[in-house]
């Protein structure tokens, strides 16, 4: 079996998407389990980060605050070394955390395209993925957590939020899920494929939402072998 340790920077991410986070990650480990597929994910408690860390920078969509990128690789790295030094002997040498704001280095914002993707890194053998949340939010799903965070918002409006989250979290939930499936397929070799597959990265929320949940066959072929070569190192 191979061990994914999983985690998420709790900084800004309210309790609702708190609940629909551990779902997806019961979720996908039910689906590897349903393929017959030897990888878990293994929850790693969340990580909160000194707001020190924090940046400020200018994008298309407005000032953004954020941590960067190399922080959160480094975060995410060490919390695995931690891990695996308490665990000798686990398969476990990647690591997945997922973050509420866009993935941005100092000095570049990553587009639309790459924001979905997710982010990859590899030091001395252990892999660190991280994939950001909040291209899978709709505006209604940020504007309806905003109303119900409010202490000061009117009741007929707090249950239209409520009524919009019911639609908009399990789209959210099924979203996030495909985008860590994708960063997952990285993580053993696969690649970008252009068939109804999670390796086949959208141009836009609506299409990513239309695309099949799980990978074809071509990838999955590959995936099992690739799985099947790590365990003989
Ligand atoms: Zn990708
Ligand atoms: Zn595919």
Redesign the pocket.
Known sequence: MEYIGFTYVSNFVSKRVEEILFEAYNDTNKLFEEWKLPIRLVYLDKLTLEPGYLITIETPEGKVRLFPLDVLVDFLDYRLKVEIEKNDGMNMNKILGITSFPLTSRDKYFGFYEKFLGFQAERLGRQVMLLSMRPFESDSMRMALKILDNPLADEDLKRLAVRVLSRELPAFKMRLIKGMLHEIGHSFGLEH?S?D?V??SPQTLEEWDSRFLG??D??RQKLEKNLNSSWKD
């Open positions: 494929c068939n597959c390796m086949n990978y074809c071509p990838c």
